[in-house]
């Protein structure tokens, strides 16, 4: 059984920062991807890393602001945020896959997370 907790959101000003964990319980993940949902849009890809070479995808609205990590030994994985805006209030996701996908366009994950908010505030 896998189980993926989100931690991490919160409220932040515009500018700033936040860092968004993610801990993997049950199977050590190929892929992990986040993912967030803005109220009345639907989910989007935001990022996501491949495990083992730590090969890293960017959906172009965050490019240069995010960083996607993980950290093997803790099953862990993290998404840093820089120069936040406002549109990327969202509630974010967390999703792993237990296989390698390359090049990643952040399809087709296998277990979610529940979400967690991040709002961002002008």
């Known amino acids: 059984q896998v189980q993926l907790v989100e931690s991490g959101g919160g409220l932040v000003q515009a500018g700033g920062s936040l860092r968004l964990s993610c801990a993997a319980s049950?199977?050590?993940?190929?892929?992990m991807g986040w993912f967030r949902q803005a109220p009345g849009k639907e989910r989007e890809f935001v990022a996501s890393?491949?495990?083992?070479?730590?090969?890293?995808y960017y959906a172009d609205s965050v490019k240069g602001r995010f960083t996607i990590s993980r950290d093997n030994a803790k099953n862990t994985g993290y998404l840093q945020m820089s120069s936040l805006k406002p549109e990327d209030t969202a509630v974010y996701y967390c999703?792993?896959?237990?296989?390698?996908?390359?090049?990643?366009?952040?399809?087709?994950?296998?277990?979610w997370g529940q979400g967690t908010q991040v709002t961002v505030s002008s």
């Open positions: 049950g199977r050590t993940p190929r892929s």
């Open positions: 890393i491949t495990w083992s070479l730590g090969l890293t």
């Open positions: 999703a792993t896959r237990d296989r390698t996908v390359v090049p990643d366009k952040g399809l087709s994950f296998d277990y």
